[in-house]
């Protein structure tokens, strides 16, 4: 899914109630490059959780992030932000 060599190095995590992926655009690359897109998600009704499994705080706002993606090998993998800059999200959803 990812070109990061290593795992997000954040300690806790994003909780979100959904999300709505955003219009995906081809962005102009060098010719005999791989090509790139970036796309905008936006997670609704964010919370901030812990390592621990506990809620560090509802804020119930938006988070929005702009991935970055290289098409490789025929797979789409992305490259922005990087696994220091985004914790993971996680997107909850209802008990069966």
């Known amino acids: 899914f990812t070109t990061w060599a290593q795992a997000p190095q954040k300690e806790g995590f994003w909780l979100a109630r959904g999300f709505r992926i955003g219009q995906a655009r081809l962005l102009e690359v060098p010719a005999g490059t791989d090509p790139e897109a970036a796309v905008e998600v936006v997670y609704a009704g964010v919370t901030l959780g812990d390592p621990g ?34 914790a993971p999200v996680l997107v909850e959803s209802p008990s069966p």
């Not at 929005?64 to 992305?78: D, N, P, S």
């Open 53 to 86: 499994g506990g809620r560090v705080r509802e804020s119930g706002r938006e988070l929005r992030v702009r991935f970055k993606l290289r098409r490789q090998a025929g797979r789409w993998k992305i490259t922005e932000p990087g696994p220091e800059q985004l």
